[in-house]
């Protein structure tokens, strides 16, 4: 149900609504009123008014809820949660959930529910368990009755909102109402919610202010296998929780049959599987191992349509690059086959996380019809990455294409990069590829390795994010939760101690963390702010170099999508458009221009035209706007000054770029003595090469760079000038000289620290003289 | 000289430890000589008769206490092959001869020692020592991991007792061309043989696309050949079509 809605419901429609919530206090409402008297009452005054209105409600006790009795409350005239008459739209929807197969088990699920603390639920994609389960959970926990919430988490956001709001259709309340959902940078919700959609990492958020997690009466954790960092931090917390509150209920939900790996982590908790609407799918290997998998892929996908039955078709490959090359020549190849073949017309379309949403809704149109009455069938193919494996479901794939690579990012402790790379899945993810075939009707999955590489060379489960990634927003974050002893806190797939030690040992260069591992005043701020500590500590930082105005503008641009749109048929364009708002001394200014462009009104009279012309990202640009909104906020309310240096005061980009510093000092490349655009990074010593999209026009000895991109070469982007004086003024532990080994940036170094020394005593001369 | 020698086997051994304590064993011959070695490690032990043979028995009690169990349990049921605690193999007496033969000499004829315990699988499954982690003990993360009890040398990860995680981080892979899966592994026999293979079907398809390009490249007397011919066919379909009755029929 849920996964049908499309990536694409951003947060477009949920905005409108939540101004519309604004406009009508739900107080005024002289129908709810009735509810804000009773909620300074008992809370079973809640109830009994409730139960006068919808008789089969007041049969309801906490805990004791059986399906029947459910059933009657749903089958009622008034709905129990805001005392209203059920609409009609609300009995049609009731006859389609009736038909879910989670709801064959409700009593099932009830019992175990009522019965222990912690349940793991396991239901394949489309079993309902993501709208049902939460909605089963309120009928028999009634939070409303001890002024309490169900809590379901998401891993994304997208998720959580279009989630909620079937889920607000559903109980035929207003989104925002009895139903909301929690998002960063976005709150859904009102005193009345009794059940929230959230961000495993709001939860999280959540949880690091108030460690008992005591709004709630359970806490659902959806989509637990794809184990994200926020999920599994998450669960080891709740393992402690569980044991501090007994009146807390957990239910982890999980897509995958590996759910005996969640039994186990939960001291062995019941376990109840629910069956999906799933077809059979029958899986073929290639007999050898494929040169090259791209092509391959794009002639087994003509094959199908030349040979195959009616059904739509699924491609996964790996990245955006990939995709669109892909979907031009499967297009090409189609429309010969469509002229000298008679083959049926073939619409192609590409899917990635980048993409519009309007381009992401083209998705769900329905197969092209044949060309001519009784003509063969029309088909259409998705050219996807990873989304959609798991994330949402496209109805009519009967065909998957399986070459069984992904990008899957990476990090590495011995050299701080983390990166995206294109790597083999797991046999989990393959089944679950394959398994997209049979959504509809029994399918087919052509996988384009042979069945020997299958068994050796794919791993059985995707490694969890938690191992592949930086931790040290992690670290602090459990910091903050007060879990000291990161040795043994119990996650259910500890990460390296390497990575580990990285992670402390960054946190305490940036001050974070003090030199036995406790959290400092900027720490606890730092872990405030929904960013990267560097960033957190570099937004922290700025207003002492008067310019937190301008340092908040470019964090917000560092944390949305590319600005810049570069097409492949107008490069030079693009490039020329780009080199307007260019700023010698590097990147980081150059967004700063950009934004500020941006917010002339100028540009504000027609934005989208205007980003039309510049080759800017319209919605990259909007969100780095709302994003600096609510960072604003976070600033206002952590009592940091907005402040700026005069624009004509000549240090006024210098002032940023020693702000940059003061976050980022750990990310710094060294220009080397030979070889043109040649730098090393400093401590880490690896070599890199600017990124070519890099408007630096300096040539600069010492330079910050955002970012690390590993391919065939290593480049740094998003690339700012500095000098080695200011960095030894911010970071004296980092740069502290003596711990450099003898060489070229060490002498470098040197030569910045006796400048400094003779500024010092240029400016103490003149008063001794005096 | 052979002062010397005599002071450095034993060290040699040592440095293998419980890892090879007896199957690299560098064979000891006594002496002729043996007054003048008094300060000698070999020669100065107990006075047993067989100085080295129970230096290694001594040692191996201390090494190997569990395996020396498991010999007297072997003694007491001689009918029923017990089983070895360390290595869950059956204990076959018979097989001593048979094994030890070629692994070490000297030990043959002396049946003191169960020659079980020096087999290749008993050895592997021994405890072994390990060289301590690569990482640097001055290092801050180290510090505070260490201060909450990990052990960077007790190679084991992070995490609850029992549920301990990965030791070293994960390693990517860097893929910058499309050969698909399987395609591309490692120096493995099978897939050595497997690469062969494509790399020469590979060559046989590059010859196919070759081909066609070649015939572009005819000379004028090959065209103009291929012309006539063309020009051949072509009149002999223009001749079947219309020396076909009907057509004629309707030409007239």
Known sequence: ?770 | MSDEEDYFLPLEDQRVFGAGIRRKRVPFVRSSEHELNTTNATTAAPNTGRPGLSIADKYLSIVMPKSSQSKTANSATEQKPAICEVCNLPLYPSSTTTTTTTIDNNYESTDTHKPHESSLAHQLCLTHSHPPSHLDRTRHGLRYLSSYGWDPDSRVGLGAPGREGIREPIKGRLKADTVGLGADGDSDDDESRRKVGIKRREREKKAEKNRPARVEKLNAKEIRKGDLEARRRGEKLKEMFYQREDVQKYLG
Not at chain 1, 60 to 77: I, M, N, S
Not at chain 1, 242 to 248: F, G, Q
Not at chain 1, 439 to 458: I, M, Q, S, V, W
Not at chain 1, 733 to 762: H, P, Q
């Open chain 1, 1 to 770: 149900m849920v996964d049908r809605r499309p990536e694409t419901e951003d947060g477009s429609r949920a905005k409108r609504q939540k101004m519309a919530k604004t406009e009508t206090d739900p107080k005024d409402n002289p129908y709810l009123a009735h509810m804000y008297a009773d909620e300074n009452s008992n809370g079973n005054g809640w109830d009994d008014s409730m139960a006068e209105k919808n008789p089969a409600y007041g049969k309801l006790k906490r805990h004791r809820t059986t399906a029947q009795l459910a059933k009657d409350v749903e089958d009622g005239e008034i709905n129990p949660f805001n005392g209203q008459p059920f609409s009609n739209k609300y009995v049609s929807i009731l006859q389609t959930r009736r038909d879910l197969p989670v709801h064959a088990q409700r009593d099932e699920f009830l019992q175990l529910y009522q019965k222990s603390q912690i349940l793991v639920f396991v239901g394949e994609t489309g079993s309902g368990k993501t709208t049902q389960i939460p909605q089963f959970v309120l009928f028999d926990d009634l939070p409303q009755t001890q002024g309490k919430q169900v809590a379901c988490t998401q891993p994304r956001r997208v998720a959580a909102m279009s989630v909620a709001q079937r889920v607000a259709a559903e109980m035929d309340c207003k989104l925002g109402d009895e139903v909301g959902y929690s998002i960063r940078f976005e709150d859904m919700t009102s005193p009345k919610t009794i059940l929230k959609y959230m961000t495993d990492g709001m939860l999280l958020r959540e949880a690091m202010n108030d460690n008992t997690l005591s709004r709630y009466s359970t806490i659902i954790l959806d989509e637990a296998h794809e184990r994200t960092m926020a999920t599994d931090v998450l669960m080891g917390l709740l393992k402690e929780v569980v044991e501090r509150r007994p009146d807390l209920k957990i239910i982890i939900m999980s897509a995958t049959l590996d759910a005996q790996k969640f039994q186990k982590y939960f001291m062995d908790a019941p376990l109840l599987a629910v069956p999906g609407r799933t077809h059979p799918v029958e899986i073929f290997y290639t007999p050898e191992p494929e040169q090259d998998y791209v092509e391959a892929a794009i002639r087994t996908v003509l094959q199908i349509h030349a040979s195959e039955d009616e059904g739509d078709i699924l491609l996964f490959l790996t990245g955006e690059e990939e995709i669109e090359d892909s979907v031009r020549k499967i297009a090409l190849e189609a429309d010969e086959m469509m002229r000298e073949a008679d083959a049926g017309p073939l619409k192609c379309y590409p899917l990635y996380g980048s993409l519009p949403p309007h381009m992401q809704q083209r998705i769900f149109e329905p197969a092209p019809a044949p060309r001519r009455p009784g003509g063969r069938p029309g088909r259409k193919v998705i050219v996807s990455t990873n989304i959609a494996e798991t994330s949402l479901t496209i109805d009519g794939i009967v065909y998957v294409v399986d070459p069984g690579f992904s990008k899957q990012k990476i990090y590495n402790p011995r050299i701080r990069v983390e990166s995206l790379l294109v790597s083999p899945i797991s046999k989990a993810s393959a089944q679950q590829r394959a398994g997209r075939a049979g959504r509809t009707r029994p399918g087919k999955c052509f996988r384009l390795y042979t069945e020997a590489a299958f068994k050796k060379e794919l791993i059985d489960q995707t490694y969890p994010e938690l191992l592949r990634s930086n931790l040290s927003s992690t670290v602090l974050e459990l910091k903050k939760l007060g879990i000291d002893d990161l040795v043994h806190f119990d996650l259910m797939d500890p990460p390296a101690p390497e990575t580990l030690m990285r992670a402390l040992e960054e946190l305490n260069y940036l001050a974070c963390l003090d030199d036995d591992g406790n959290l400092t005043q900027l720490g606890r701020l730092a872990s405030e702010f929904p960013l990267d500590p560097a960033l957190a500590v570099m937004l922290i930082s700025s207003p002492e170099f008067y310019c937190s105005n301008e340092i908040l503008s470019i964090t917000a641009l560092l944390s949305v999508p590319q600005v810049f749109v570069r097409p492949a048929s107008q490069r030079k364009r693009a490039d020329e458009m780009k080199n307007l708002f260019a700023h010698p001394d590097g990147d980081h200014l150059t967004l700063l221009n950009v934004y500020h462009a941006f917010k002339s009104p100028e540009a504000q009279e027609n934005p989208k035209q205007w980003c039309h012309d510049h080759f800017l990202s319209l919605r990259s640009l909007q969100s780095a706007d709302n994003v600096r909104l609510q960072l604003l906020r976070i600033m206002e309310r952590s009592e940091l000054d907005m402040v700026s240096t005069p624009f004509e005061d000549k240090r006024y980009y210098e002032n940023i770029r020693r702000a940059l510093c003061a976050g980022f000092f750990m990310q710094v490349a060294k220009k080397e003595t030979q070889g043109k655009n040649q730098y090393i990074t400093i401590k880490d010593n690896q070599n890199v090469l600017l990124h070519p999209s890099t408007v630096l026009a300096i040539e600069a000895e010492w330079v910050l760079y955002n970012e690390f991109v590993l391919t065939t070469k290593n480049y740094i982007r998003t690339v700012t000038a500095v000098k080695p004086e200011w960095l030894l003024d911010i970071a004296p532990t980092y740069y502290d000289i003596s711990t450099f080994a003898k060489g070229d940036v060490r002498s470098s170094l040197l030569r910045a620290a006796e400048r400094l020394a003779r500024k010092e005593k240029m400016r103490a001369d003149p008063s001794k003289r005096r």
